[in-house]
């Protein structure tokens, strides 16, 4: 994800997302031309996809 501010390390963070918020944990933030590059990790026990969140472009496995 790219910001406009840094954000520190180990910081919890709540994402947006259809179908509720995604919590995460922020693994880097490094700088670049543009602002900050930040690596989320999704926080594992978050039923975020596929049980809340399909995209368009993925079918489920019940659908042949």
Partial sequence: MQT???IPEGT???LA???G???GCV???TS???GYLVEISIDP?????PA???PPYIQPNDAA
Avoid: L, M, Q
């Fill in 45 to 49: 026990a978050s039923p975020w996809f």
């Fill in 52 to 54: 809340s969140y399909h």
């Fill in 4 to 6: 406009v501010k840094e």
């Fill in 12 to 14: 919890i963070v709540d």
């Fill in 32 to 34: 670049d031309d543009f």
């Fill in 17 to 19: 997302a259809p179908g």
């Fill in 27 to 29: 693994n880097s933030c």
């Fill in 21 to 23: 918020s995604v919590r």
